[in-house]
């Protein structure tokens, strides 16, 4: 599976980020009953966090692509905690939130931007149960965060 994401990626003129550090006190993910659950991660465009409010200063499509780095990063934070993707049996559950104005209410669109990613990368496999939340703010700014929960095969 590592090498078929590999060449996804590439078809798609995406690269994995290097994973992410964690901001505060907390892990990048903890294995737990043949489950890994990934902590939130922030959109990184060209090392910096893709900030702003959808439906405000920033776009639909802005914050599609913020929910692609963020479902990005996530890859990274599997393959940092598995060592190899092919231990990824399934995306479970994407939880997806969304620093948007009190009046947007296309949260589920925003979200598709990690979603249709994990189905990308990961086929059948990657399709998900999600939630897709409009939030008054993030941490740093960012324009949308996203947690995991991934079945890892034995």
């Known amino acids: 599976m590592t090498d078929r994401i590999a060449t996804k990626l590439a078809e798609l003129g995406l690269t994995l980020p290097e994973a992410a550090?964690?901001?505060?006190s907390y892990v990048p993910a903890v294995e737990a009953g043949g489950l890994l659950h990934i902590s939130g991660q922030l959109p990184f465009k060209d090392g910096v966090v893709m900030t702003g409010r959808i439906g405000e200063d920033q776009d639909l499509a802005y914050g599609q692509e913020a929910a692609q780095r963020c479902g990005l990063m996530l890859v990274a934070q599997m393959k940092r905690a598995l060592g190899e993707l092919?231990?990824?049996e399934r995306i479970v559950k994407l939880g997806v939130f969304i620093n948007s104005a009190s009046d947007f209410t296309d949260q589920p669109l925003v979200a598709n931007g990690a979603s249709d990613l994990?189905?990308?990368l990961f086929g059948e496999a990657g399709k998900h149960a999600r939630s897709?939340?409009?939030v008054p703010v993030l941490p740093r700014g960012a324009a949308v965060e996203i947690d995991a929960i991934v079945k890892i095969a034995e």
């Open 86 to 88: 092919h231990r990824v």
């Open 21 to 24: 550090a964690p901001i505060a």
């Open 132 to 134: 897709a939340v409009g």
């Open 118 to 120: 994990m189905e990308a």
